[in-house]
């Protein structure tokens, strides 16, 4: 691959929002190059046999099983409403 230009890295920082001077522009310039170039090397790995991973660290789902319950019946749920109005929780209004 190509090696970045300094226009290139400028214009990728004013994509970011991000003010470079015209030594970082550069200096950067050099350094994605040289990242790119060790990225390039990375086409020439026999990878047939290896498995695609998604982690480098085997995950496990440690969460409990999603098990439906029985919640509050109505009538209990309302004793600890502060405003109810027609069987229904009334609450204050957020739009004017």
Known sequence: MAELTKEEVKHVAHLARL???????ERFALQLGAITEFAEQLKE???TNVEPTTHVLPLVNVLREDVATKGL???TMM????EQE???V???SIMD
């Open 79 to 82: 004793l600890n409403v502060k």
């Open 45 to 47: 790995l026999d990878t």
């Open 19 to 25: 003010a470079i001077t015209e030594e970082e522009a």
């Open 73 to 75: 019946d109505r009538e």
């Open 86 to 88: 027609a069987g229904q």
């Open 90 to 92: 009334k609450v204050p």
